[in-house]
């Protein structure tokens, strides 16, 4: 029942929506006990039952048992009527997956992002979803929207990206306009940090918690924030943006104009550099940096140790100005135990408030995740919520 053609008066909308939210979050009920549950009427919940029944957004689950011997019809969403695409376009790995509207991830593809950036990225991203699709047997029509998530910042009037160092030629490119032409669907984009944030709070362990910091180290910096379960975006979408924090390197040089401070001294590259200057080898990963910290080497050890200090700094201003009620730390850095335990120490010494610090447990997956939740309530909200009163809905829970 696409609610954007022909839509219904408002009330029945609101109905439709309180019918959803029920078959979402409960699973298979019958007529008389979404009745109790929603406060409509037997004769309304027909109507709306029908409706949902002959849109094919609801189907018959089965019969259940009542008093005396009497049974019910029970009704459930039909996951296979609608699909969601959520897609992490990162600088090295790009991650496809595919949910359908009852909250279950059905596919994912990770692959290598093409380094050559802008239009092969998005050609790649074109190539592997359909060939998704085909895959799993499910119809480009029944794919109704794209959340695209990245490193940087979108222009909410152009559409363009910014603040994003790490993807080449992507500036410029007005992602959801020519995405939007290529799947066909509708594309909705994000930070890409702020869909982990999204994705620890649906399936990770942020999950039910509405105020929550997501600190992202990798190869670059990011801070993802929910506040009473609301994304912080700031008046421009750059909330976030704690690379460019002027501390950690010089602030002043060109490098920490162009890629950010704090992004200089503790990202990917500003790691191996710290460590080359310290009289390491240059071009050592950050892998095996962290490796030889492990086995106690003493520059990777000093290096590991000086990296996590400045983290640390970062995770009590994050706390003194947004006071969320849990930390997360992650990244392909960050959530690293190494990591997590020596800038829980750093937090010891640099602030007396105990401040909850956990590793992200969905690792790099939390990103597609997220977008995959962004896609998921972006659906809901199109097909079953009135349209002059849009808002950020709760998911169905994650299947056992």
Known sequence: MAITENAPPVLRQISVRAVMDVLLQSGPTSRAELSKL???????????????????????????????????????????????????MGPTTTRIGLVNIVGNIVAEREYLSDRRGGYYLIEQVEAILSQMLTDTGITSENVLVAAVATPGVVDPATGALSMAPNLADIGGIDLGRVLNGRLGCTVVLENDVNAAVIGESWQGCAAAIDSVAFVSLGTGIGLG?????????????????????PFGADPYA?????????????????????YARAGGVEGTSVRDIMSLAET?????????????????????????????????????????????????????????????????VLGNRATLVGALAIGLNHVHNLLFSPQILPEQRRLPPPPL
């Open 38 to 88: 929603t406060g409509l009427s037997k004769q309304t919940m027909s109507e709306v039952i029908r409706t949902l029944e002959e849109s094919g957004w609801v189907r018959e689950k089965g019969v259940t048992s009542g008093r005396v011997g009497r049974t019910a019809i029970t009704y459930e969403v039909n996951g296979n009527a609608g699909y969601a695409v959520g897609i992490d």
């Open 225 to 245: 924030v929910l506040q009473d379960g609301k994304l912080m975006r700031g008046a421009s979408g750059a909330a976030g943006e704690i690379s460019y924090m």
């Open 254 to 274: 060109d490098d920490s104009l162009e890629r950010g401070a704090l992004e200089c001294a503790i990202g990917a590259q500003g790691i191996t550099e710290l």
């Open 296 to 360: 106690g080497d003493p520059i990777a050890t000093d290096v590991i140790g000086k990296v996590a200090d400045i983290a640390a700094l970062l995770i009590v201003a994050v706390y003194a100005v947004v006071d969320p009620k849990t930390v997360v730390l992650g990244g392909s850095i960050g959530r690293h135990p190494m990591i997590v335990d020596r800038v829980s120490l750093g937090i010891e010494k640099a602030s007396r408030r105990t401040i909850d610090v956990k590793a992200s």
